[in-house]
Nanobody
Framework: QVQLVESGGGLVQPGGSLRLSCAASGTILRFNTMGWYRQAPGKERELVAVIATGNTNYADSVKDRFTISRDNAKNTVYLQMNSLKPEDTAIYYC???????????WGQGTQVTVSS
């Protein structure tokens, strides 16, 4: 069993910053691929950022503003979000892909609201 627990969401003004965390616990000690999706009301889920074996990729909409990182010792992935815009408002979901099965595990989601 694997559980992903997210934290760090909230309300922030435009131009502000937030840092999301996602801690994985359970039977898998390390995931090769970890990342973040988001879903805004009325929109499809969008891949925001992914980190895998040292490589990172970002959606064009968040490049140069968001940074994904991980702490393998803590089995935790982070998303540092700077220069936030109202269009970043969404529920953010972390995910991890099981290294042997390819199964995708999901966090419960954390709300990020960017508004003045």
């Amino acid at each position: 069993q694997v559980q992903l627990v997210e934290s760090g969401g909230g309300l922030v003004q435009p131009g502000g910053s937030l840092r999301l965390s996602c801690a994985a616990s359970g039977t898998i000690l390390r995931f090769n691929t970890m990342g973040w999706y988001r879903q805004a009301p009325g929109k499809e889920r969008e891949l925001v950022a992914v980190i895998a074996t040292g490589n990172t990729n970002y959606a064009d909409s968040v490049k140069d503003r968001f940074t994904i990182s991980r702490d393998n010792a803590k089995n935790t992935v982070y998303l540092q979000m700077n220069s936030l815009k109202p269009e970043d408002t969404a529920i953010y979901y972390c995910y991890c892909i099981g290294p042997h099965t390819g199964y995708t595990y999901w966090g419960q989601g954390t709300q990020v609201t960017v508004s003045s």
